[in-house]
């Protein structure tokens, strides 16, 4: 059980982060400007409807990708924490990073008449980077399915925020401001980092034990395990010096 809330505990951060729905307002507002307020709730909700599934359909079935591609955990824990690092150094650069969205794609969906499905359920909120975290994410619970609730809780948890801050999106741009904004990103982007970091790491032991099993093992092992000190016996003293010692005590 303990296993399962701390996966949760990881998963719902690291997924709300890199979806960023904060983030999402400024565009949100702009791809939207316009609208009646009940088209504002409408485009909101289909285009996290479409975003949690698209992630929940890659958070199920990755494991076929991987199979199908040839493509091993580690390495797509550590392509998954890259690009994760770059998303962060974006945000926290408090600008919009461009593994999600270009600027000539904002522009596009400035003029399109349906903004729900493309850019805003994809890419903007279900990425590359969102996908891969919750690929990344199921693999790291294992295969028992028990232990892909807390990653699923925490996707459907995310967009249901997601939900919320879209369809009060004046309201939050009101409140926070754009300085406001640009340090929530900050303070998400420092933390999606350090998660980011994580990935890289994980995923570089998984590679090395799969490269060596034994040796890396052996060497994690060692690693582990506090050196013994060992003490070396005592010498036997010289022939000579026994001798004396013995006509002494006689």
């Given at each position: 059980?303990?296993?399962?809330?701390?996966l949760?505990?990881v998963?719902l951060?690291?997924?709300?982060?890199?979806?960023?729905p904060v983030?999402v307002?400024?565009i949100f507002?702009a791809?939207?400007?316009?609208?009646s307020a009940?088209?504002?709730r409408?485009?909101?909700?289909?285009?996290c409807?479409?975003a949690?599934?698209?992630?929940?359909f890659?958070?199920l079935?990755g494991?076929?990708i991987?199979k199908?591609?040839g493509v091993?955990l580690?390495?797509?824990?550590?392509a998954?924490?890259?690009?994760l690092l770059?998303?962060?150094l974006?945000m926290l650069?408090?600008?919009?990073?461009e593994?999600r969205t270009?600027?000539?794609e904002?522009?596009?969906g400035v003029?399109?008449e349906?903004?729900?499905?493309?850019?805003?359920?994809?890419?903007?909120?279900?990425?590359p980077?969102?996908?891969?975290t919750?690929?990344v994410?199921?693999?790291r619970?294992g295969d028992d399915?028990?232990s892909?609730?807390?990653?699923?809780?925490?996707?459907v948890l995310?967009?249901v925020?997601?939900?919320?801050?879209?369809r009060?999106?004046?309201?939050?741009?009101?409140v926070?401001k754009q300085s406001g904004v640009a340090i929530?990103?900050?303070?998400?982007?420092?933390?999606?980092?350090?998660?980011?970091?994580?990935?890289?790491a994980d995923?570089?032991?998984?590679?090395?034990?799969e490269?060596s099993?034994?040796?890396?093992?052996?060497?994690?092992?060692a690693?582990?395990?506090p050196?013994?000190l060992?003490?070396?016996p005592?010498?036997?003293?010289?022939?000579?010096?026994r001798?004396?010692?013995?006509?002494?005590?006689s």
């Amino acid at each position: 059980m303990s296993e399962q809330v701390s996966l949760f505990l990881v998963s719902l951060p690291a997924v709300l982060f890199v979806v960023d729905p904060v983030g999402v307002v400024p565009i949100f507002l702009a791809m939207t400007s316009g609208y009646s307020a009940e088209r504002i709730r409408s485009t909101a909700r289909r285009a996290c409807l479409v975003a949690c599934s698209l992630l929940l359909f890659f958070a199920l079935f990755g494991g076929i990708i991987f199979k199908v591609f040839g493509v091993s955990l580690g390495a797509f824990r550590v392509a998954g924490g890259i690009l994760l690092l770059i998303t962060s150094l974006d945000m926290l650069r408090a600008r919009p990073s461009e593994t999600r969205t270009t600027p000539s794609e904002t522009e596009e969906g400035v003029g399109k008449e349906d903004v729900a499905l493309v850019p805003l359920a994809m890419p903007l909120l279900a990425g590359p980077g969102a996908i891969a975290t919750a690929m990344v994410l199921m693999a790291r619970g294992g295969d028992d399915l028990l232990s892909a609730v807390p990653v699923l809780v925490a996707i459907v948890l995310t967009f249901v925020t997601s939900y919320l801050v879209l369809r009060a999106a004046g309201f939050v741009q009101r409140v926070l401001k754009q300085s406001g904004v640009a340090i929530l990103e900050r303070v998400m982007g420092l933390i999606l980092a350090a998660i980011a970091v994580q990935f890289i790491a994980d995923g570089c032991k998984d590679l090395l034990r799969e490269k060596s099993p034994s040796a890396v093992s052996q060497m994690l092992d060692a690693a582990q395990t506090p050196s013994r000190l060992r003490t070396a016996p005592l010498a036997s003293p010289p022939r000579d010096i026994r001798s004396g010692l013995a006509r002494c005590a006689s």
